[in-house]
């Protein structure tokens, strides 16, 4: 087999080890670079065929061009959402595309359900707090789930199994899909309803679809004055699912009970690095990040062992298919 030059945008050290480790025994040579993937960071791929690509990279129709110009044939995204890539200008451009679609729904489901309790029941705050030796309890009333309704919008991998693990815990759960999976919902006692029904009865939302034209904003002033008051999100999915301003205004005014949030809308560039000795710029996220019942985790959603092997496992196949002018794996192809 040909040897494979691919650049890894956007690398960190996890990235890095679980590639090596999955490519020990193939003919692979990577060339791992710590930044993102835009129009003026393309040169760095020096010589590259493929190159592999994260959620905040940017595979916009001029940095697909710049990439094809170059030589590069495929694109290989190492995770689930694809809006980081114009997919029509990669075919256009005669770039191949794939993708991780299942990597561990577990992982995301289980980090959704972990917002959701460490958020509800305070533990942060309680963590700081009897760090600190303060054991006072004060503040820190949370709400018994069991017996509450949950509604899960989008019941596709990440979806499905989050509504499970709300069932188990005994809550309600109403679900909301353009594509329902009525024998699922049947074996698991989820109930499908509209969006508007859905947001109308939940006291608890949780965000299942990937970012789309239709999908962008789906919670903003209009659907999150059809909540009930006291309401908790949760947001794993994708940052413009939410209208950050609309959010902060329903925060304010006390509508909203709590915010869990693994995606920002303008994470990128501030999720996934240590900006800790500077100036954050982004003053909708500083103000998110002064309310007490809004929790923020940068992007980890998809962060468990598992998880990156099977990220690794899927990548290196699909570049070794490519090197040697095999098929992708089934269900990776995006262009
Ligand atoms: P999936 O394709 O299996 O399921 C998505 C579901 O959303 C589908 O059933 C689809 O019909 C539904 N949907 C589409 N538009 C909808 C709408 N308007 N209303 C309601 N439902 C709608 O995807 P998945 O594997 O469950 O992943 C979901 C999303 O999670 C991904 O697109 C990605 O953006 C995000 N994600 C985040 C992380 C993380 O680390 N935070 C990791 C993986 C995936």
Redesign the pocket.
């Given at each position: 087999m040909p040897k494979l030059k691919t650049a890894v945008f956007d690398t960190k050290p996890y990235d890095r080890e679980t590639l090596e480790r999955a490519s020990a025994n193939c003919e692979m040579e990577w060339r791992f670079l710590p930044f993102r993937l835009s129009e003026e960071t393309v040169g760095a791929i020096r010589g590259a065929q493929a190159v592999c690509i994260f959620v905040n990279d940017h595979a916009d129709r001029a940095s697909l061009s710049a990439l094809a110009s170059l030589g590069v044939r495929y694109v290989a995204l190492r995770?689930?959402?694809f809006n980081c890539i114009d997919l029509a200008a990669a075919k256009e451009l005669g770039i191949a595309a794939t993708r991780v679609?299942?990597y561990s729904?577990n992982a995301?489901a289980e980090h959704a359900v972990a917002l959701l309790l460490a958020l509800n029941r305070k533990i942060p705050r309680a963590y700081i707090r009897v760090r600190d030796m303060n054991f006072s309890l004060n503040g820190l009333v949370g709400f018994d789930l069991c017996g509450k309704t949950a509604g899960i919008?989008?019941?596709?991998?990440?979806?499905r199994i989050t509504a499970q693990i709300l069932r188990g815990i005994g809550m309600r759960v109403l679900a909301?899909?353009?594509?329902p999976a009525p024998e699922w919902a049947q074996q698991y006692g989820v109930e499908y309803v509209g969006?508007e029904t859905l947001m109308r009865q939940s006291h608890v939302i949780s965000l299942?679809?990937?970012?789309?034209k239709?999908?962008r904003y789906?919670i903003r002033g209009e659907t999150l004055r059809w909540m009930r008051p006291g309401v908790v999100l949760i947001n794993?999915?994708?940052g413009a699912l939410i209208h950050t301003k609309d959010l902060i205004e329903a925060l304010k005014s006390g509508h909203v009970g709590g915010v869990a949030l693994?995606?920002y809308e303008e994470e990128e560039g501030v999720f996934f690095e240590d900006l800790s000795g500077e100036i954050l710029q982004d003053d909708a996220l500083a103000r998110l990040l002064t309310f007490p019942n809004v929790l923020i985790t940068a992007?980890?959603?998809?962060l468990t062992h598992e998880a990156l092997e099977e990220i690794s496992r899927v990548t290196v196949e699909n570049l070794v298919n490519f090197a040697s002018g095999k098929p992708f794996l089934a269900g990776t192809v995006l262009a």
């Amino acid at each position: 087999m040909p040897k494979l030059k691919t650049a890894v945008f956007d690398t960190k050290p996890y990235d890095r080890e679980t590639l090596e480790r999955a490519s020990a025994n193939c003919e692979m040579e990577w060339r791992f670079l710590p930044f993102r993937l835009s129009e003026e960071t393309v040169g760095a791929i020096r010589g590259a065929q493929a190159v592999c690509i994260f959620v905040n990279d940017h595979a916009d129709r001029a940095s697909l061009s710049a990439l094809a110009s170059l030589g590069v044939r495929y694109v290989a995204l190492r995770c689930a959402g694809f809006n980081c890539i114009d997919l029509a200008a990669a075919k256009e451009l005669g770039i191949a595309a794939t993708r991780v679609p299942a990597y561990s729904p577990n992982a995301v489901a289980e980090h959704a359900v972990a917002l959701l309790l460490a958020l509800n029941r305070k533990i942060p705050r309680a963590y700081i707090r009897v760090r600190d030796m303060n054991f006072s309890l004060n503040g820190l009333v949370g709400f018994d789930l069991c017996g509450k309704t949950a509604g899960i919008v989008g019941t596709g991998k990440i979806g499905r199994i989050t509504a499970q693990i709300l069932r188990g815990i005994g809550m309600r759960v109403l679900a909301c899909d353009p594509f329902p999976a009525p024998e699922w919902a049947q074996q698991y006692g989820v109930e499908y309803v509209g969006l508007e029904t859905l947001m109308r009865q939940s006291h608890v939302i949780s965000l299942h679809t990937p970012l789309t034209k239709e999908t962008r904003y789906l919670i903003r002033g209009e659907t999150l004055r059809w909540m009930r008051p006291g309401v908790v999100l949760i947001n794993v999915s994708r940052g413009a699912l939410i209208h950050t301003k609309d959010l902060i205004e329903a925060l304010k005014s006390g509508h909203v009970g709590g915010v869990a949030l693994d995606v920002y809308e303008e994470e990128e560039g501030v999720f996934f690095e240590d900006l800790s000795g500077e100036i954050l710029q982004d003053d909708a996220l500083a103000r998110l990040l002064t309310f007490p019942n809004v929790l923020i985790t940068a992007h980890q959603a998809f962060l468990t062992h598992e998880a990156l092997e099977e990220i690794s496992r899927v990548t290196v196949e699909n570049l070794v298919n490519f090197a040697s002018g095999k098929p992708f794996l089934a269900g990776t192809v995006l262009a």
